[in-house]
């Protein structure tokens, strides 16, 4: 489940910093190989915020106690500053999406309708100091695991995910100008609702990853859909305790890590998600107490929608780092070359004592026919000579 009080930055430039929410407060720690003290952003704040990066600025979107809305903008994490907007009729926590440019900021965000438990899905702009009246794109069921998502795709396009019914997750495109809203797609459809789903496009490919549950067990599923058809949906692992999963992309390479009982698991694609090799653990390769949080980088390094992470690190596949670029696949083949190694020393092994085994049991016949040999010389050395014998009166 991502959490709406943790996000994590990641620039081409390795501005790597994570922002996080403790009670009303919110943090910018600057991450340079060792976590930096904790910057004070904003006070008095409702849960979540909004993060998101634009030429070469990073912006940060929250809501005061008193309803103000406030967008605060800074050239490199260390210089702030910020404006209040708008002011928010509701106290309660909304969820925004952002999308800056050069004389707008446009919002998308969510509305109770009520009671009801239906949200409607709402877009505005503000531009020249005033936001234009909201518009709704449609109504939909939030849950715990996901309220909405959404992904820039260039200047002015967008694609929204959200669950459109009660097992049903669909996508919908968005024109920002001229402003269009495009037909709801259906992209996965289950029979419970998902424990917690992971959300990545990639080109003409959206790679879908969820958790089901299904009796007393919890199911990682994947699928992924290209143009307009879905694939069917794949099982990758089967358990229990499973609370978290997400996906992460580079080029080609594909992988799923998801969470459970205390384990963190990897399944690795090389095939753009058309084949998958074993399931594996980086247990002993995180921190603990990791939680998944959105994760906001540069378009022309789009590699995930989120990640694991915590107040003082986050997690970043292999080559997105400082390391290869073809460490995962480098990674996938050592582990096959390892087991080669192992099955060509077990094979040897098993050839050794199979020929141990041959000579025990040669040296165990020959001493076999040599005491047989024995006990039948002796036997006759006993034996009675016929002028011995007894003779018949």
Same mark, same amino acid.
Request: charged share 20%; net charge negative.
């Given at each position: ?9 990641? #620039? ?6 994570? /922002? ?6 919110i943090f910018c720690r600057i991450l340079h190989g060792q976590a930096a003290a904790p910057l004070l952003l904003a006070e008095h704040t409702l849960p979540r915020f909004s993060l998101c990066r634009y030429r070469d600025y990073t912006y940060l979107l929250y809501t005061t106690q008193q309803g103000e809305v406030t ?16 002011? +928010? ?7 925004? /999406? ?28 503000? *531009? ?11 109504? /939909?069921?939030? @849950? ?23 097992? #049903?997750?669909?996508?919908? !495109?968005?024109?920002?100008?001229? /402003? ?17 789903? $992971? ?19 919890? +199911? ?5 859909? +290209?143009?307009?058809?879905? $694939? *069917? ?90 390391? $290869? ?14 087991? @080669? ?12 004592? !199979?020929?141990?085994?041959?000579? +025990? ?10 005491? *047989? ?11 009675? @000579? ?8």
């Amino acid at each position: 489940m991502q959490t709406p009080y943790l996000k994590f930055l990641h #620039t081409p430039k390795g501005s790597d910093a994570v /922002f996080y929410q403790e009670k009303d407060r919110i943090f910018c720690r600057i991450l340079h190989g060792q976590a930096a003290a904790p910057l004070l952003l904003a006070e008095h704040t409702l849960p979540r915020f909004s993060l998101c990066r634009y030429r070469d600025y990073t912006y940060l979107l929250y809501t005061t106690q008193q309803g103000e809305v406030t967008l605060s903008a800074s050239p490199d994490l260390y210089r702030w500053e910020p404006r209040v907007l708008f002011r +928010q009729e509701s106290r309660q926590p909304i969820s925004y /999406f952002m999308v800056p440019q050069q004389d707008a900021l446009h919002l998308i965000y969510h509305q109770p309708i009520g009671n009801t438990g239906i949200h409607g899905l709402m877009y505005t702009v503000y *531009r020249q100091g005033q936001c234009q009246k909201p518009y709704c794109i449609d109504h /939909f069921l939030p @849950s715990p695991s996901i309220i909405f998502q959404a992904k820039r795709l260039s200047e002015n396009h967008l694609i929204l995910y959200y669950r459109s019914a009660k097992t #049903t997750l669909s996508a919908r !495109e968005l024109l920002l100008s001229p /402003f269009t809203v495009g037909s709801l797609s259906p992209l996965a459809q289950t029979s419970s609702p998902w424990l917690d789903l $992971s959300i990545h496009d990639h080109g003409e490919k959206i790679h879908l990853l969820y958790l089901v549950r299904n009796l007393f067990r919890t +199911q990682v599923l994947y699928r992924y859909r +290209q143009t307009s058809a879905m $694939s *069917r949906p794949r099982l990758i692992w089967e358990g229990v305790g499973c609370t978290s999963c997400l996906l992460t992309q580079q080029k080609e390479v594909l992988s799923l890590l998801w969470t459970a009982g205390g384990e963190t698991f990897r399944c690795i694609s090389t095939d753009n998600g058309h084949t998958f090799g074993p399931v594996e653990s980086l247990t002993e390769d995180l921190p603990p107490a990791l939680e998944k949080g959105r994760l906001v980088s540069d378009p022309s390094e789009s590699f995930a929608e989120e990640t694991l992470g915590n107040p003082e690190w986050f997690y970043l596949p292999d080559g997105i780092s400082s390391q $290869s670029e073809q460490q995962s696949i480098s990674a996938a083949e050592a582990h096959r070359e390892e087991l @080669s190694r192992l099955l060509s020393q077990k094979e040897t092994q098993m050839q050794q004592a !199979e020929q141990n085994w041959r000579q +025990q049991m040669a040296q165990l016949e020959a001493r076999l026919s040599s005491l *047989r040999l024995e006990n039948e010389r002796l036997r006759q050395k006993e034996a009675p @000579s016929a002028s011995e014998a007894p003779s018949e009166e």
